[in-house]
Nanobody, 126 residues
Framework: QLQLVESGGGLVRPGGSLRLSCAASGFTLDYYAIGWFRQAPGKEREELSCISGSGGSTKYEDSVKGRFTISRDNAKKMVYLQMNSLKPEDTAVYYC???????????????????WGKGTLVTVSS
């Protein structure tokens, strides 16, 4: 069964850090670009970051560039999102998603993703 499971969310104070994890099962992660997305209450889903199958290429949205870092360990079938300098506006449900790609590119448009996790809630509040 193909599955993505996020973990690592929680309550953190402004300026704090969290590391989200995305565990994949049921497929070979190497052939998938992985993206992190988030959706805050009343807002549309937002793509945050994407990493290519090899991990050699990454992409970040301006809102998180310099604060968030995406990484992956294909042997462990894990993808991570290190989030630093968190702000209240980072509060959202965070999702990881996988897209099968035939070339090693970091391309993660939401509509093109093949598999989604169920999300993990991040709350940034004092």
């Amino acid at each position: 069964q193909l599955q993505l499971v996020e973990s690592g969310g929680g309550l953190v104070r402004p300026g704090g850090s969290l590391r989200l994890s995305c565990a994949a099962s049921g497929f070979t992660l190497d052939y998938y670009a992985i993206g992190w997305f988030r959706q805050a209450p009343g807002k549309e889903r937002e793509e945050l970051s994407c990493i290519s199958g090899s991990g050699g290429s990454t992409k970040y949205e301006d809102s998180v560039k310099g604060r968030f870092t995406i990484s992956r360990d294909n042997a462990k079938k894990m993808v991570y999102l290190q989030m630093n300098s968190l702000k209240p506006e980072d509060t959202a449900v965070y999702y990881c998603a996988a897209r099968f790609v035939q070339v090693d590119v970091a391309v993660c448009e939401g509509y093109a993703m093949n598999y989604w996790g169920k999300g993990t809630l991040v709350t940034v509040s004092s």
